[in-house]
């Protein structure tokens, strides 16, 4: 697949034989042949009888294990490479905008102290946190702390307990918004697959729309994030409108009723 399309490197300085490229990554001789066969690597320079590699080999296969470590598979990441025409930086600019976290939030520590504090549960911190690492929420450290993955929904929490809602109600509702947080979620990534990835996939993945798919995956971040929120406004107030009119109207039939009394 890929080997269509990579090219050979040029003459470098840094030239090494199979053996010195397979002493420096770490990797067998045997493996550097099968990434050549799959069209993972560049081919050597030949003089001779002699294959000679450079720093793009070294840099392709550090390339290939991060993708790996990743979840990559080795036939994805020649899909991958393919698509750039080769190109190790474009595949890795791409998958890093696969990886990345849509937020913008940086993660905090906090104790189980601290939380228990902040919930007020006593003996039930135990079970809040387990509910809370089974939403995402949390996410248990080896040192016995934890990382906030939001520190906003952690001061939610914090004023929702000064308001008197208990921390398990809380909860409970962060469980019904995470459920309907994952529907629009997998309604924004079926619309990029559907509208983006499928006709480039459709098109033979042509290297040069690759940046443009990638920079359309960027873009859906803030997109879908402020298509969110504006859509929850609009909701929220209908549903504040809605229901407290109901409530307004259940007191003055009730006041009615006993003034009738």
Not at 102 to 131: C, M, N
Request: glycine share 6%; charged share 30%.
């Amino acid at each position: 697949m890929g080997a269509r399309r990579i090219a050979a490197v040029s003459e470098t300085t840094d030239e090494l034989t199979i053996d010195e490229l397979a002493r420096r990554t770490g990797m067998t001789v045997r493996n550097i042949r099968a990434h050549q066969s799959r069209g993972l690597l560049p081919a050597p320079q030949v003089r001779g009888r002699t294959g000679f590699y450079g720093t793009e080999h070294e840099a392709r296969i550090n390339l290939i294990r991060e993708l790996q470590a990743d979840g990559f598979k080795l036939e994805a990441i020649a899909r991958l490479l393919d698509s750039a025409g080769g190109s190790s930086e474009e595949v890795l600019r791409f998958t890093r905008a696969v990886k990345a976290p849509f937020e913008d939030e940086q993660p905090q520590i906090v104790t189980a102290a601290e939380l228990a504090e902040r919930w007020d549960a006593g003996d039930a911190a135990p079970a809040l946190r387990r509910k809370a690492e089974k939403l995402g929420i949390l996410r248990p450290l080896p040192d016995g702390n934890f990382e906030e993955l939001s520190p906003t929904l952690g001061r939610a929490s914090a004023e929702l307990a000064a308001l008197g809602i208990p921390p398990e109600a809380a909860l409970d509702v962060a469980g019904e918004i995470h459920k309907h947080a994952s529907a629009v979620a997998k309604t924004f990534v079926e619309l990029f697959i559907k509208q983006i990835w499928k006709p480039f996939e459709d098109q033979g993945r042509p290297e040069h729309d690759l940046p443009a798919v990638r920079e359309a995956l960027e873009r859906l971040r803030p997109l879908a994030s402020d298509a969110l929120l504006a859509m929850f406004q609009l909701v929220m107030t209908e549903a504040v409108e809605n229901r407290m009119g109901r409530e307004v109207d259940r007191i003055q039939r009730r006041d009615g009723s006993r003034k009738r009394r």
